[in-house]
């Protein structure tokens, strides 16, 4: 394994340490320095990659993450003089809404960077936020290609993502793993690294069965417990943005739930102020003109259809 970023971490700078810089797999790091030699301003290109637990939580996927995003940032001051930032605030995004804004701000201030989308919220909350989060991903590539980033996705499983980020999109998969000592204790800090043409292979013969070894990988490879920056502030950053984003899913479900009644009254024939006038009723003020574009959103995203249970709603019916 080579060392790597020696200058940047002396000796003792954190805890884990053992000498100047972390260690790197040698065969990965040869795989980012060729997208390095690609990674000018003028070449016009960006890089995607995916890194994957095997649909598992807390195996050490954004260790991994970061240590590839911070290698990147120190080589292209290296080898390009081009100085870009990586710190918590800049570079990582933990909720996917706000990837495009961050995206957005980073790859005007300092094309080149490296944007990490921690995706910390699938460790918590399952499918739906997988896929509401995935669906940022999506809007995020759409729009953000021209910054020549390096985006590093962590989800739990790959084979949640879309066929076009899965295998067109991306440029590589590396897929993190634990492997129990002779004690049965898990061990983290392996992985497995599946270039493009192998991770689409991997991705059309297994996601049926959301099967890793149905085709195979490109090399195997280790890593160690090492932050490029405080282990504490990251985790303060993270638990700080899933609260906030915790709260923010109770009052979109609480709207949610008043926009289908509202939809309920109107197919019960209420006008929008007859609406409006039976919240006052109740205590609430909502303007009959509030009704009309809570009315209007129902319709746009086929809410009734789609995104609610309507038996949720049902009880607060008017009797």
Known sequence: MARVCEDWFPKGTYKDQKGEGFYMDDVLKANLDALLKNARRKDDWDFVGIISGGGRVRVGKSVLEFQIAVYWTYMLMKLYGVKVPFTIKD?????????????NKLGKAFPQSALCFDEAGADLEGLKVIRSNTQAVKDFLR????YNLLILLVI????????????????FLIDVYVIPDKNGKFQRGYFNFYSRPNKKQLYLRGKKEFNYKAYKWDFHGRFYPFYPFDEQEYRKAKQEALSSRELHRKEDRFKLHRDVLFKILKDLGYSSRQTSELMREKGVIFSHMG?????????????????????????NLPT
Do not use: H, W, Y
């Open 156 to 171: 739990p499983e790959f084979f949640d993502l879309p066929k076009g980020i899965a295998t067109t999109r991306s440029d």
């Open 291 to 315: 009704v009309i574009k809570a009315l209007e959103a129902v319709n746009q995203r086929n809410i009734m259809n789609t995104m609610c249970n309507i038996n949720d709603v049902e009880g």
């Open 143 to 146: 729009e953000c290609g021209q």
């Open 91 to 103: 570079n990582i995004v933990f909720v996917g809404s706000r990837l495009i804004e961050q995206g």
